[in-house]
């Protein structure tokens, strides 16, 4: 069992960054792919980024390229998001996930830990 909680959501200026983190409990975060997923207000839950056990491979949807990067410090059993340039349409709660694939995947349904979310929110 694998419990994960995110932190770093707030309110933002467009344009503007923020970090998010999220720390996993348990001795065997490498063990896990893990990924960013997140659901804005009247939508459906999306995939954002997705990182490799050993975060040596990074997969990112097309609306965040160039501007957001996932990262992971298995050390200290933490994910990160780092975004930059942000924008309203970016606006939603933020979840981290956890999946015990080899490959990373950008699928909700491979990934079988999630965390609560942190709120992202971005004003014009």
């Known amino acids: 069992q694998v419990q994960l909680v995110e932190s770093g959501g707030g309110l933002v200026q467009a344009g503007g960054s923020l970090r998010l983190s999220c720390v996993a409990s348990g001795r065997t975060f490498s063990s896990y792919a893990m990924g960013w997923f997140r659901q804005g207000p009247g939508k459906e839950r999306e995939f954002v980024a997705t990182v490799t056990r050993s975060g040596s491979i990074t997969d990112y949807a097309d609306s965040v390229k160039g501007r957001f990067t996932i990262s992971r410090d298995n050390a200290e059993n933490t994910v990160y998001l780092q975004m930059n340039s942000l924008k309203p349409d970016d606006a939603a709660v933020y979840y981290c996930?956890?999946?015990?694939?080899?490959?990373?995947?950008?699928?909700?349904?491979?990934?079988?830990?999630w965390g609560q979310g942190t709120q992202v929110t971005v004003s014009s």
């Open positions: 996930a956890a999946s015990t694939r080899t490959a990373i995947s950008t699928r909700q349904y491979n990934y079988i830990y």
